[in-house]
């Protein structure tokens, strides 16, 4: 068995980057509710198998006041009766775009997202989408340590 390189410090080597990244995230996080936010992340990163990055908005979202129950059943949302209709239709985008090597968006899940949110609600709705993908996919090929992470102090300052 061949052994693994050293692991690259992907944020290191590259903090352009990381600085594009992390001001698209900004943006996204200015343009949608925080909690659609939070459920959409975890979501996407539930389907990509990324531990950092569940570990990282799962515990976002209860420091912005989520509930356990919501985030215990998000896997299974689709049966659950904890999520409003615009929750539903922003999930089922967030699951069509995150597998969308699987085929394109379907029209009815677009249309679903859209009666719910105006253009530019839409439009950051799947720019989140897209971001959270590419966060992660750095994360995995980094090696980002999932368990270690504390909620940000803005998310902490939220609740209430």
């Given at each position: 068995?061949?052994?693994?390189?050293?692991?690259?410090?992907?944020?290191?080597?590259?903090?352009?980057?990381?600085?594009?990244?992390?001001?698209?995230?900004?943006?996204?996080?200015?343009?949608?509710?925080?909690?659609?936010f939070?459920?959409?992340?975890?979501?996407?990163?539930?389907?990509?198998?990324?531990?950092?990055?569940?570990?990282?908005h799962?515990?976002?979202?209860?420091?912005?006041?989520?509930?356990?129950?919501?985030?215990?059943?998000?896997?299974?949302?689709?049966?659950?009766?904890?999520?409003?209709?615009?929750?539903?239709?922003?999930?089922?985008?967030t699951?069509?775009?995150?597998?969308?090597?699987?085929?394109?968006?379907?029209?009815?899940?677009?249309?679903?997202?859209?009666?719910?949110?105006?253009a530019?609600?839409?439009?950051?709705?799947?720019?989140?989408?897209?971001?959270?993908?590419?966060?992660?996919?750095?994360?995995?090929?980094?090696?980002?340590?999932?368990?270690?992470?504390?909620?940000?102090?803005?998310?902490?300052?939220?609740?209430?």
């Amino acid at each position: 068995m061949a052994a693994h390189p050293e692991h690259v410090n992907l944020y290191q080597a590259f903090p352009a980057g990381y600085e594009a990244m992390s001001a698209l995230e900004q943006a996204c996080a200015g343009a949608l509710d925080p909690v659609l936010f939070e459920l959409v992340k975890l979501r996407a990163s539930q389907i990509n198998g990324c531990a950092f990055c569940i570990d990282m908005h799962w515990k976002d979202a209860r420091a912005n006041g989520e509930s356990e129950e919501r985030l215990y059943m998000l896997d299974a949302w689709r049966e659950a009766t904890v999520y409003s209709d615009a929750e539903r239709a922003a999930l089922a985008l967030t699951e069509e775009v995150t597998l969308i090597a699987d085929g394109h968006v379907p029209p009815d899940v677009e249309a679903a997202a859209r009666a719910h949110l105006d253009a530019s609600g839409y439009a950051a709705l799947v720019f989140t989408i897209a971001t959270i993908n590419a966060w992660n996919r750095l994360a995995i090929t980094a090696h980002s340590p999932a368990g270690r992470y504390r909620p940000r102090p803005k998310a902490a300052a939220t609740t209430g």
